[in-house]
């Protein structure tokens, strides 16, 4: 069962990513602009949906071959998964009262040392990073977009 992880997963996130796209094209026509509430779900729908299909694929290609099914060489992270909802959680909560900069550097952070491997974890560059490219998302939708994001405290 194992070797069909991938097809199920890519077919179950291809039906996801198409209705993303069509609930964010319902809010795009609802609005006289261009770029609007709706542009950046459409993006994100688009390259999750090209993601997706590169998984579907290579899910049928690996149902298709007829080895036995190996073990995967990594244990579930169960803890891990549950401590990003909540760190998701308390982002989505706090992202109007404190702001998208300080929000988004502490969840990214957050979710950089979750994701790394204890003994390659660089706190230094992963900071450095992590702030770049925070206010690099926010120059980018503030002044090319126009799209204002929660300034909070700031």
Do not use: H
């Not at 990594?74 to 989505?92: D, E, H, Q, R, T």
Request: positive net charge.
């Amino acid at each position: 069962m194992n070797k069909y992880k991938d097809l199920v997963s890519g077919i179950c996130g291809l039906i996801f990513s198409a209705g993303m796209f069509f609930m964010s094209i319902q809010i795009a026509s609802q609005e006289d602009s261009w770029i609007g509430a709706g542009f950046l779900p459409e993006i994100a729908s688009v390259i999750m949906f090209i993601t997706f299909c590169f998984i579907t694929y290579r899910g049928a290609k690996e149902a298709k071959s007829q080895e036995p099914e190996k073990d995967p060489g990594y244990k579930s992270n169960y803890k891990g998964v549950v401590i990003m909802l909540v760190f998701l959680i308390a982002y989505a909560s706090l992202l109007m009262s404190v702001g998208f900069i300080i929000t988004s550097i502490v969840f990214l952070y957050a979710a950089i040392y979750l994701m790394t491997k204890k003994e390659n974890f660089k706190p230094v560059k992963y900071g450095i990073i992590t702030v770049v490219l925070v206010v690099f998302v926010d120059v980018v939708f503030t002044e090319v977009f126009g799209i204002r994001l929660p300034g909070g405290i700031l």
